[in-house]
């Protein structure tokens, strides 16, 4: 009698093992998505950001070869502000790199980098040239070790990615990364005249000529 108590209570004891073993794995699956659907939805927003500065870009020098400027003497110039007007940045092309990855790695990675040249390798994309710069920057990820690349392009590809404690570290790296990017764009000068009106636009304009040595014409 008492060996089935025992047995009844071991019994007990496994059940609520396996449950809470349940729990935890379903909890790290929700936390994993969770922060894959921000950084997804935080790279939509630095996307829309970056537009929207090539067209505050293309505005801002419009505007500005419409002004008749003059030059200001060397004294007056270096009194202004340096104003840089930085662009969007284009990648430049390279050739896609065939290397096979490196020896060394954790599993979980080179699982992940073969997932992501399953459905990127140049001889399974036909000529998809997004599929094939995808693949160039996995190869270069993985044998750098720069493990939060290939989490990114995972995430691009919509490629399940691994659940362990240095997934949820690189996830939160990412979205952290992500957010300061997005800020650093809404503090540039383009995005600042971008959204000005008025007087302020021409007070931006004009210290952006000042630091080139130049004014506008009285």
């Avoid at 093992?17 to 939805?41: A, D, E, N, P, Y």
């Amino acid at each position: 009698m008492r060996e089935a108590g025992v047995n009844s209570s071991a019994f007990f004891v496994l059940r609520a093992s396996v449950s809470i073993f349940i729990f935890m794995k379903k909890s790290s699956k929700r936390r994993s998505k969770s922060l894959s659907l921000k950084i997804q939805h935080l790279q939509l927003e630095l996307e829309e950001r970056e537009e929207v500065l090539k067209q505050y870009e293309a505005e801002f020098f419009q505007t500005l070869s419409k002004l008749e400027v003059d030059d200001i003497a060397t004294k007056e110039a270096s009194k202004g502000p340096t104003v840089v007007v930085a662009g969007v940045v284009e990648g430049a092309d390279e050739v896609i790199v065939d290397a096979p990855p490196p020896v060394e790695g954790p599993d979980e990675m080179k699982q992940l980098w073969r997932s992501i040249a399953v459905v990127t390798h140049p001889d399974k994309t036909q000529g998809d040239e997004e599929k094939a710069e995808f693949y160039k920057r996995a190869n270069e990820a993985w044998r750098s070790g720069n493990y939060s690349e290939l989490y990114k392009i995972a995430l691009a590809l919509d490629i399940e990615v691994p659940e362990t404690e240095v997934t949820y570290v690189t996830l939160e790296e990412i979205t952290t990364d992500l957010e300061k990017k997005i800020s650093e764009k809404e503090k540039s000068v383009l995005w600042e005249w971008g959204r000005a009106e008025g007087a302020m636009k021409q007070r931006i304009l004009d210290a952006y000529l000042a630091s080139k040595g130049k004014k506008r014409k009285a």
